[in-house]
């Protein structure tokens, strides 16, 4: 059954222009990490009408997928998450134009990047992420990301924004790409948690027993499905923002959405402030 294109985003209308909604379909969008935000972000951007999505992940769906990650089903598990989700995104839009990049892909950011404005990074692959980020500011593509947190999150990295690592000050600033080491890495993400912890409440949300099983490498990150769908979701709405020029809510330091109150949290505000974890 072939659904045309006006039909599919017809309800569109109100939020976006026609002309908008044509800009829309004639856009790309690069999707880094097909799982739980970036599998929610995909199929968002297909149904608001995007017409080209470019992705890479080299994983397969498992059974601790399930929980959360948008295209993960019994029947799925097993299957490259990038087949399973085209399958499911062509089930949306016949006329998608579905790409993927191969396993080289970070080896080939020069060759990638030129073509997409918008990266969206659904990966939790903190070297992939730092070279993607620094070649994004070569080549003045911007990066729609989310925080490692228990709060749905977004940020959106302009091309002038500072690169994360130099705003959080990791300890991979200033060291050429090819000579990162995997224990600069590790203190990478120690150090984003620590951020998250003094500007956002989340963490604080958390049982510490668990908190602290992730932090010592004994257990995988929690994700909950609420959390990171909706993360997705913010991913997809700023992404368009940026292809259709709209001004970003978010910006680089971003903002974390507190589920159990209701209540929007600024890095730049709760660190005036003082706030922390609770």
Known sequence: MSVAYEVLTG?????????EQEVLRNASVFVCGLGGMGGAA???????GVGRLLVTDP???????????????????????????RDALLRINP????????????????????????VVNGMDDMGATLRLYRKAREHGTTVVDAYTSPYPSVSVVRPDDPRPEERLAFPTVGVPTGEVTEEQLRCAFLVEVAYVARVSSGIGRLDPH?????????????????????????MAFEAIGCLLGRPSGAGHEGYFLDLWSGRIERPSTRARAGGGAR
């Open 11 to 19: 309800r569109n209308a109100g939020f976006v222009t026609d002309e």
């Open 42 to 48: 995909a199929q968002a951007l297909v149904r608001a």
């Open 59 to 85: 994983d397969t769906f498992e059974a601790s997928n399930l929980n959360r990650q948008t295209f993960a089903f019994v029947d799925t598990l097993g299957f490259p998450k990038v087949d399973a989700t």
């Open 95 to 118: 006329e998608l134009t579905f790409e993927v990049a191969g396993d080289d892909w970070v080896e080939r950011l020069d060759e990638i990047l030129p073509e997409q404005r918008v």
């Open 210 to 234: 668990v908190v602290e099983g992730i932090l010592a490498g004994r257990r995988p990150r929690s994700s909950f499905c609420p959390v990171v769908v909706i993360a997705g979701c913010l």
